[in-house]
C-alpha cells in the first residue's frame, strides 16, 4: 500500500524497500489474476484492504491477509494463512529512512506508525507471525493518513495491473 502513486516493482529486497516512497507492505509477488479475491471496504473511520487466499505468482499457494488504516493514524496488518515462500512485512516513512529489522514474532506492539521497520522472510524461512495482527499507532501529529478514496483508486490500479500481467501471460504462451 502506498500512499504516493503506485509501485510496480515485483521484487521484494530490503534494499529496495528503503530506497522509495512511504508504504505499509505485505510484499511477495502476489497475483490475484490467477485466483483468490482482492476487496476494499471503508468508512469515515477507516479503509481496509483484504486479499483472500491470493496466490504468489505464477499461481502457488494462497495468502489471506488485509491492512487496515484508521482515521486516527493507527493501522493494523492481519496475517492469517501466508504461503508465500519469500515476504516483507514492513512500515516505511520514505524519503530515504535508515530501517530497523525487527522479529515481529516476539514483540507485542503496538508498534510506532511513523518509524521504518520490517522483517524479512528469505525463501525457506518459517513464517511464524500468521494468525496475528500488527498494530501500529501514531505517535505524533505529523502522520498524514489518506482519504478512503485515494485509497480505493490505489486498489483498483493494483487490481488492474494484475489483471494485465495475467493478459500478458497468456498472450506470450
Known sequence: ?????????????????????????????????????VTT????????????EVPTYPSEGSNTFGITLFSDGSFDITLETMSAESLLISIFAGGGTTG???????????????????????YGSPLDIQNRTLHFERSDDNV??????????????????????????VLNR
Open 144 to 169: 498524514v493518513v489518506p482519504e478512503p478514496e485515494t485509497m480505493t483508486i490505489f486498489a483498483l490500479g493494483l487490481i488492474g495491473m494484475a489483471v494485465s500481467r495475467k493478459k500478458k501471460l
Open 41 to 52: 471496504s471503508g468508512d469515515s473511520n477507516s479503509f481496509s484492504i483484504n486479499f483472500s
Open 100 to 122: 530497523t529489522a525487527v522479529d515481529f514474532s516476539t514483540l507485542t506492539g503496538p508498534f510506532d506508525s511513523t518509524s521504518t521497520i520490517y522483517e524479512r522472510f528469505p
Open 1 to 37: 500500500m502506498t500512499f504516493e502513486s503506485g509501485f510496480v516493482d515485483w521484487s521484494h529486497t530490503v534494499d529496495e524497500f528503503l530506497d522509495e516512497q512511504a508504504r505499509i507492505a505485505v510484499w511477495a509477488d502476489f497475483n490475484s489474476a490467477s485466483s483468490g479475491t
